[in-house]
């Protein structure tokens, strides 16, 4: 009896804890930023389910362990019936991780598949390259049939705790396509903004490249997420999602700042 009043108490405190946190929006998304796209939208989407099938594979574990301890403990000396096999539930538990795995291999090939698509015509394509220790953001355009350079953000290294005015910043228009072609020119980085859900590696002699959309405006921290030598810690930016309008303003004013022979 003892026992049974046990797990009722720690039943519900369990669900206390789990309705005091229904309502937050960290709670919901398990440890992961908010995301500002749908690219982002649905790789939260595909860990949230992941975590789903870890709850529940081991709510089913710890409910016959519990079982087992409750009904099934010594209460005498005599030993229990012994049995050399169970068919059924040998298959049973032989099938049931193949089912699991299948369906999170499938969700996650397809997710995959939808966050690495390219588009043939992106409205924005930005070359990111990385080097020791910070970021130059390239803003390409295709002017008289070739590819120019219309805007360039050259960053300098940065201490973790500087303004944030001292980090290079990315910019792009809100609601649209980007595309970014990463480059390294020493050794390998790794291009990560937490909002995105998303990071990839920036490697010398290879060009990596991914599109994404983010919808929500604002400002959001990135940083190199590859431990790339002594200063990697400075390599600090920021990604800044702006009204259209405001992108054209920025793209004309780096334009003007080109022709004049200068970098923002």
């Known amino acids: 009896m003892r026992s049974r009043r046990a797990l009722r108490s720690a039943g519900a405190l369990g669900l206390l804890a789990l309705t005091a946190t229904a309502c937050s929006g960290e709670a919901s998304r398990l440890g992961m930023p908010e995301p500002i796209g749908p690219q982002a939208e649905r ?29 099934h403990r010594k209460r005498s000396d005599d030993l229990p019936p012994q049995v050399r096999y169970n068919m059924p539930i040998e298959i049973l538990y032989t099938a049931v991780p193949f089912v699991i795995i299948a369906v999170l291999f499938f969700f996650t090939v397809r997710d995959e598949d939808y966050v690495e698509k390219t588009t043939k015509n992106p409205a924005v394509v930005i070359d990111v390259t990385g080097f020791q220790w910070s970021w130059q953001f390239d803003y390409k355009e295709k002017v008289g049939g070739q590819e120019k350079t219309v805007a360039s953000v050259v960053g300098q290294p940065v201490s973790p705790n500087a303004s944030t005015g001292a980090k290079p910043v990315m910019t792009i228009p809100s609601g649209k396509t980007v595309r970014v072609r990463l480059h390294s020119n020493d050794v390998i980085h790794s291009f990560w903004v937490p909002a995105l859900l998303y990071k990839k590696d920036v490697m010398p002699g290879y060009t990596n490249e991914f599109e994404f959309t983010a919808d929500k405006p604002g400002t959001y921290e990135g940083r190199c997420a590859e431990l790339c030598g002594v200063d990697h810690s400075r390599m600090l930016f920021q990604l800044r999602v702006v009204p259209p309008e405001q992108y054209a303003k920025f793209i004309a004013d780096s334009k003007a700042a080109l022709a004049a022979g200068g970098a923002q």
């Open 43 to 71: 790789m939260l989407k595909l860990w949230q389910g992941s975590w789903i099938a870890a709850f529940a594979v081991g709510a089913v574990v710890w409910g016959l362990i519990i079982w087992a301890v409750l009904f």
